[in-house]
């Protein structure tokens, strides 16, 4: 141990050790530049890594963004909507196809050569090509991955799509098994205790929502205000499944999926893709005098639900977005406008709080407030969300970041965030027995 | 006549005690698993953990009733959380008794129950419902 500290010592000037606490046996180190408390020397060195990684990093900017109609299309197979979506973000970026460097595919039901059949139509073959899954986070695992490969210098331009066909026509093999795939319990169900007990998604939050009620008070009205809200913004975004306003009424009364959670307050089963080609900022420059930057972008899997306070919260989002925060160096206030992952409407009074839009407890009174609403002060979910706009699972992770990025251009139409300067998104993934969500995605964008 | 197979091996018992859930302990943390912790705590990574018998009560974290199917039940069906000790909540069927709806904190009582047939076979697992 004392070794080890002294190796340490030698590297790290401004480390100071204490010697009467190596006697007690529990060496403690101090590093005066940085502590405010007593750190250990793994911490220490977890500070100074994070430094280091930071001088490393590069600036990552988004050059170019894609997508499709989100809807139901049977007939039209995952390769076609993808393909759409990457010529959308080909020729929104200027830049040529071949100067694509590397490629991230998501899609939650396949991933085996996504990319590489997307693609080769575009001339783009003979590179690095990776085919991702991480349930509805896949499409933000591969912005992700993508970020990482510009922000550590290992390319310098690439492209991340997210693709999901969910609607087959009735007599393909594929609608025959739909029924179980898409009853709710989410991938790798078969091998998932929760899910073979019958713990499918609508049922998971549901039971959140139960707690949100006996917990906070908030109340069945509250859920079928997010999807008011979110059907209401949808009807302004082109690209979206439902363009049609409901009322608080009927979302009340529209078929219980499970109790509290109505048919209204549910994503749709969808069809669609989008596609965000991302560059270092020395190359964005050349095509654009105000792109748009990656603040910060975060990827996590969740953490033992015996380690969690209440179901109420999802502790994978309060980390991620917590880790996405420090790196960007922004605070939540800062926050122009969010995309997040609604799939049921409680979802977004819990989603509200993890990531500090508003404090413990207080989500349903931020919404009863109509800061989140387009007019707001921080409006959630422009664009319709996952419940009114669509949720082709993958293609999500990836659209949220095309959302942000188009509202910080200023080119969102109707659903305009009036002088949006800095948005998040944020995509979470799956239920596992003992872990509850499974991971989360967050990238924050400024321009 | 069918035969009754557990849904999986080693996560609940039955004898004149009536049935309890399988789980095991770390001796360092003192953390509880259900299912069991196969090799080593999760929590602390101690190497040494002990089986345990747990279960027979609990309180009901969370529930709802499910209107849609899933892989192996009809709708509707009830279905919820039930929180023991050491922050462990287990996911199980509810079976409603009458007179006592469920209601957060209430008390849960375990018993074993066929919860579907499969290939000839009653497949048994653990449910719940109001003390």
Not at chain 1, 208 to 230: C, H, L, N, P, W
Request: glycine content about 10%; proline content about 4%.
């Amino acid at each position: 141990m004392t070794n080890f500290g002294k190796k340490a010592e030698t590297k790290l000037s401004d480390i100071n050790t204490n010697p009467s606490d190596t006697v007690t046996g529990t060496p403690k180190y101090q590093l005066s530049a940085l502590a405010t408390d007593q750190l250990t020397l793994g911490e220490v060195i977890g500070q100074l890594v994070w430094i280091k990684r930071r001088q490393i990093m590069r600036e990552v900017a988004v050059i170019g963004i894609g997508q499709t109609k989100f809807g139901r299309f049977p007939e039209i197979r995952a390769e076609q909507l993808a393909q759409e979506a990457v010529g959308a973000a080909l020729k929104d970026s200027g830049i040529p196809a071949k100067d694509i460097q590397v490629a991230y595919t998501a899609r939650s039901r396949q991933a085996s050569t996504d990319s590489q059949i997307i693609l080769k139509s575009f001339g783009i073959v003979d590179r690095e090509m990776i085919n991702v899954q991480n349930a509805c986070a896949g499409g933000s695992t591969a912005v992700h991955c993508l970020w990482k490969d510009i922000a550590y210098g290992i390319y310098d331009l690439g492209i991340a799509i997210g693709v999901e066909d969910m609607n087959y026509p009735k007599d393909h093999p594929i609608s025959q098994q739909q029924g179980k795939a898409l009853s709710g319990s989410g991938a790798g169900a078969a091998e998932d205790l929760e899910a073979t007990m019958g713990r499918t998604m609508p049922a998971l939050f549901a039971m959140i929502a139960r707690r949100q009620m006996d917990v906070y008070g908030a109340t069945r009205e509250d859920f079928a205000q997010v999807a008011v809200k979110s059907h209401r913004h949808a009807c302004l975004n082109p690209y979206s499944q439902f363009q049609k306003e409901l009322t608080l009424e009927e979302v009340l009364s529209s078929r219980m999926i499970s109790d509290p959670i109505t048919l209204y307050q549910c994503c749709p089963v969808s069809d669609g893709a989008a596609a965000v080609i991302l560059c270092s900022m020395d190359i964005a420059r050349q095509y654009s005098s105000r792109p748009v930057r990656i603040l910060g972008s975060a990827l996590l899997s969740g953490d033992y639900s015996f380690r969690a306070e209440d179901m109420t919260i999802l502790d994978v989002n309060i980390k991620t977005a917590e880790k996405a925060y420090k790196m960007a160096g922004v605070d939540p206030k800062d926050l122009d406008v969010v995309e997040m992952h609604d799939a049921f409407a409680p979802e977004e009074i819990m989603h509200y709080e993890e990531l500090g839009l508003c404090k413990r407890g207080e989500g349903a009174a931020l919404l009863r407030s109509g800061a989140t609403a387009l007019g707001g002060r921080v409006p959630v979910n422009p664009s319709g969300g996952l419940i009114s706009l669509g949720h082709p699972l993958s293609a999500s992770g990836v659209r949220v970041v095309v959302d942000i990025a188009r509202q910080l251009r200023g080119q969102a139409g109707n659903m305009q965030v009036p002088n949006a300067k800095m948005g998040l998104a944020q995509m979470q993934g799956g239920a596992v027995t003992g872990l509850r969500a499974a991971a989360c995605g967050i990238q924050i964008l400024a321009i | 006549m069918a035969q009754q197979v557990p849904i999986r091996k080693e996560l609940f018992v039955e004898d004149l005690h009536g049935p309890r859930l399988i789980g095991n302990r770390c001796k360092a943390c003192g953390q509880v698993f259900f299912p069991k912790a196969k090799t080593i705590c999760v929590n602390c990574y101690h190497k040494e953990l002990i089986d345990i018998e747990f279960g027979q009560k609990g309180k009901l974290y969370s529930f709802t009733t499910a209107e849609v199917p899933s892989d192996h039940f009809a709708p509707p069906y009830p279905c919820g959380y039930v929180m023991f000790d050491n922050n462990v909540n287990i996911f199980s069927q509810l079976e409603e008794v009458k007179g006592k709806p469920f209601k957060i904190g209430m008390e849960m009582e375990l018993f074993l129950d066929k919860l579907w047939e499969e290939g000839g076979n009653e497949i048994i697992g653990y449910k719940y419902k109001p003390v």
